[in-house]
């Protein structure tokens, strides 16, 4: 296997109900599927995920289904869910397998992962990887992008691919009127910034509707501004009511406000029927993998170190509060450094048999009151109380990194158990 070959880029499509999402699915995969066959010694077909579990059938052959895993009719009627609560529950079902998921991906796609060839022929060319990974969503947007699920799996996804939103919108629609263009916007600055990921504006069907018009209230407010004065003026010569006036200053403000993000933005018009676009498509992904390995894997590998440092800050806490109840529980038994031994002097102690002589001990102790056998040791007894302390700790640092953390209190005590005797 060649380890110049780059690593895939995910792309995850995204968009309204009614968007043409699984469509533009399906012209993208036919169109990696051609460039393999015609170069199938440079080039392989995609990697397809299906995250949707309600739809019926999909026109391209996916390598992983949510629907083998989760059965979405199922779920609805064990959990009397709704539509959407079946959407939802189904996701969060199939989340909990997320490294059986990323396991496959990293051995399917990712060349570090790929075994060693069995053979030393040179004449014929190592298998090509996957350069794409394609993964279509659930139509109900918000269930996907807000869900805890949907945040598990794009993160998870992120953290070994350089991943690429496509939000996919319906040209004809949103430029049907100015309102429903600048709700699409908002809705995909919303999704930009809760993601954190790269993102695509797929303007969509462009063969009943070319794109040039969205782009352009995009491009120059006030072209925008013209639209939003045509609408008012129709609506007034109509006779309706003043709030289009209100709309209207929201509307200009938004796209304002909007004038930033537009410009960070990669904009495509793509036609899922005809495969219009398609190739402009992938050279705007290409672009935004140079923008992630940039820009967005920095900010993932810091999070990471971020959430790494929290992981051992919590440890070294519980080690200490361990700590300090075992010094407790020396003191009330009169174990550890508070032990007395019949050897070099030292006359044996016997233990509290009850609350009140705990309390008194710890009275004396804090009065500042030693007890005279204490002073007949040589010093040799605090050092390996010390030896003690330092082993048991370590010991229990070691039981919290096997147990897999903090929440780990029960095995971490039998380990310590274990290695104490």
Request: glycine share 8%; net charge negative.
């Amino acid at each position: 296997m060649s380890s110049t070959q780059p690593t895939p880029v995910a792309i995850v499509c995204v968009g309204m109900a009614g968007s043409g999402k699984t469509t533009f699915m399906q012209r993208i995969n036919a169109h990696l599927h051609t460039l393999h066959q015609q170069s199938p010694s440079t080039t392989a077909p995609p990697y397809v995920v299906n995250l949707d579990p309600a739809v019926r059938s999909v026109p391209f052959e996916s390598n992983i289904d949510i629907r083998d895993s989760v059965n979405y009719k199922e779920v609805m009627k064990q959990y009397n869910l709704g539509p959407n609560g079946g959407i939802l529950t189904s996701l969060n079902l199939f989340s909990t397998k997320i490294d059986q998921v990323m396991g496959l991906l990293e051995k399917r796609c990712l060349p570090s992962k790929q075994p060693p060839p069995q053979t030393t022929d040179t004449t014929t060319p190592p298998k090509s990887l996957p350069s794409h990974i394609l993964l279509d969503t659930p139509g109900q947007i918000e269930v996907f992008v807000w869900s805890a699920s949907g945040q598990i799996l794009l993160s998870s996804l992120a953290s070994s691919f350089p991943t690429v939103l496509a939000y996919i919108i319906d040209t004809p629609r949103t430029t049907a009127s100015t309102s429903t263009f600048m709700s699409n916007m908002l809705y995909a600055i919303s999704i930009l910034y809760k993601t954190r990921l790269p993102m695509i504006l797929v303007f969509n069907k462009t063969d009943v509707k070319d794109e040039g018009e969205a782009v352009e209230w995009m491009r120059d407010f006030e072209a925008f501004q013209a639209a939003l004065r045509a609408e008012e003026e129709e609506v007034e010569m109509r006779g309706g009511s003043g709030g289009a006036g209100y709309m209207g200053s929201l509307l200009n403000s938004m796209s304002l406000v909007l004038e930033e993000f537009y410009n960070a933005l990669s904009v495509v018009g793509v036609s899922s029927m005809t495969g219009d676009g398609v190739e402009r498509f992938f050279e705007a992904v290409e672009g935004k993998r140079q923008e992630f390995e940039r820009e967005y894997q920095p900010e993932l590998e810091r999070r990471r170190r971020d959430m790494d440092g929290m992981k051992a800050e919590m440890r070294e806490k519980e080690v200490r509060r361990m700590m300090g109840d075992m010094g407790v529980s020396s003191k009330a038994k009169g174990t550890g450094k508070y032990a007395k031994s019949g050897n070099g002097g030292r006359i044996a102690k016997e233990g509290p048999e009850t609350v009140s002589d705990v309390e008194e001990m710890e009275a004396d102790e804090d009065d500042g009151l030693e007890d005279p056998d204490h002073e007949m040791g040589t010093g040799m007894e605090e050092e390996d109380d010390v030896e003690f302390e330092e082993s048991l700790k370590k010991r229990y640092e070691d039981a919290l990194k096997a147990s897999g953390g903090p929440a780990a209190t029960v095995k971490s005590a039998e380990y310590i158990r274990r290695t104490q005797g």
